[in-house]
T-cell receptor, first 115, second 112 residues
């Protein structure tokens, strides 16, 4: 079946602009996670949804970052007033259900470059 | 608290074995292992739960010492396809969040 998909695959923007990154999880997966990964580092947690609600948004670095999942499937990560430090690969993952076996399936990521 | 992985990098010849370690300073509910090839998404390998249960690929083995908050991934008879960066992700016991905190990774290179 189809895996997790993310669009766009690459996004180049200028400092100060607004961007939206989209994630389509595996059908039927109730949990959805956003991470960002910088070169040479592991994925860094941003936010976790269980259904439509954000169960944990403790990883969002500041109020410029916001994410939604209005119908419990597709999610959008929104970044306002982008800064050069926001440049990274943004990964989305989904899992079928919660604990105990909540292995996460990752999408290919969106590479964001802020000039 | 980010888990610490060791070694940072390892180079093997095809057929050799390797062990990758992951250590956390906090009590853990589970440890997840992923492999990521350059430019690709992380791929799930194994999940180990507090209490001893685990689930993952048949050819991958791992251990989880709950008392020491440590996990090890055992790669035996390595193949060229095992090359990549291995990440452990830890899930804490506190609260209901199921977020993973990932280590910095261990880069494995398997040569012919």
């Amino acid at each position: 079946g189809a895996g997790v998909s993310q669009t766009p695959s690459n996004k180049v923007t200028e400092k100060g602009k607004y961007v939206e990154l989209r994630c389509d999880p595996i059908s039927g997966h109730t949990a959805l996670y956003w991470y960002r990964q910088s070169l040479g580092q592991g994925p860094e947690f941003l936010i976790y949804f269980q259904g439509t609600g954000a169960a944990d948004d403790s990883g969002l670095p500041n109020d410029r970052f916001f994410a939604v999942r209005p119908e419990g499937s597709v999610s959008t990560l929104k970044i306002q007033r982008t800064e050069r430090g926001d440049s990274a690969v943004y990964l989305c993952a989904s899992s079928l259900t919660g604990r105990p076996y909540n292995e996460q399936f990752f999408g290919p990521g969106t590479r964001l470059t802020v000039l | 608290q980010q888990p610490v992985q060791s070694p940072q990098a390892v180079i093997l010849r095809e057929g050799e074995d390797a062990v990758i370690n992951c250590s956390s300073s906090k009590a853990l509910y589970s440890v997840h292992w992923y492999r990521q090839k350059h430019g690709e998404a992380p791929v799930f390998l194994m999940i180990l739960l507090k209490g001893g249960e685990q689930k993952g690929h048949e050819k991958i083995s791992a251990s989880f010492n709950e008392k020491k908050q440590q996990s090890s991934l055992y790669l035996t008879a390595s193949q060229l396809s095992y090359s990549g960066t291995y990440f452990c992700g830890t899930e804490g016991t506190q609260g209901g969040s199921e977020k993973l905190v990932f280590g910095k990774g261990t880069k494995l290179t398997v040569n012919p």
